[in-house]
């Protein structure tokens, strides 16, 4: 059985943001609005999603 997936997109500038929260997205992989990744669906990520949820939209993959 295959590990469940989250589909993460970056909505919003990170302009403004703290450095923490800009360094999160990075980690991410996220670094221009529209960019897409597909992350595991595991506490860490929950974390980071929960950190810049403003500025991102999630969905299962």
């Known amino acids: 059985m295959a590990a469940a997936k989250v589909k993460i997109r970056l909505a919003k500038s990170l302009i403004g943001s703290k450095k923490d929260q800009i360094a999160t997205a990075h980690s991410l992989g996220l670094k221009k609005i529209g960019d897409v990744t597909v992350q595991p669906d595991n506490e860490q ?12 939209d999630v969905c299962k993959a």
């Open 45 to 56: 990520t929950k974390g980071k999603v929960a950190k810049i949820v403003h500025l991102i």
